[in-house]
């Protein structure tokens, strides 16, 4: 059979709207298979073996979490402020937060790599692909911070964003501001020489 891009990414699109709505127990070839709406087999001839399967699940969720071409470019062009780090978290939490599904299938397979080491490693790699990806922009870009900071940010980020989509702590206090003080707290504004 004939395996299209088109369709390995819906087959995996629903695989993420599976693990989304019934945790990482309900996600199974044939959940998927019906979540398309396609005969039963077909995410089986795609994606082999469970293990298969979370890794195209990755590789899926960094697709459709990653900036757009255009939001690099425009944030490439401006002057490398605190401001525009600002910006750029605002943005990275705005894409975690309306693709909610997407986000709460990636913190479901991190909690299964939790309790399976196999599929840890396999994280890991994503998450360092993710965050060395992050230092690269920040550095092409001349914006403030270096490893560091951008580590620092991804902590504060996840909590942030696992905050917003369960129960958050303080639902009056808006999104942006909660990121401006993060900015504020974690990049000081004269980095040291």
Do not use: C
């Amino acid at each position: 059979m004939a395996k299209n891009e088109a369709r390995r990414n819906a087959l995996a699109d629903a695989g993420i709207a599976v693990l989304a709505r019934e945790g990482s127990r309900g996600l199974t070839h044939r959940a998927i298979d019906a979540e398309a709406g396609v005969p039963t087999g077909t995410t089986s001839n795609y994606f082999r073996s469970r293990d298969t399967l979370i890794s195209g699940l990755f590789a899926r969720i960094g697709d459709r979490l990653a900036p757009t071409p255009e939001d690099l470019a425009a944030r490439a062009s401006a002057p490398p402020t605190r401001e525009l780090f600002a910006d750029y978290v605002r943005d990275i939490v705005r894409r975690l937060t309306t693709n909610r599904e997407v986000t709460l299938a990636l913190y479901e397979l991190r909690l299964e790599s939790a309790r399976r080491p196999e599929l840890a490693e396999a994280l890991g790699d994503w998450q360092r692909a993710g965050l060395e990806g992050d230092i690269a922009f920040n550095e092409a870009a001349g914006l403030p911070g270096g490893r560091r900071e951008i580590a620092l940010f991804h902590y504060a980020i996840e909590g942030l964003v696992f905050d917003r989509l369960t129960s958050p702590i303080d639902p009056d206090t808006p999104t942006d501001d909660v990121v401006d003080a993060l900015v504020a707290g974690l990049l000081p504004e004269h980095p040291p020489a």
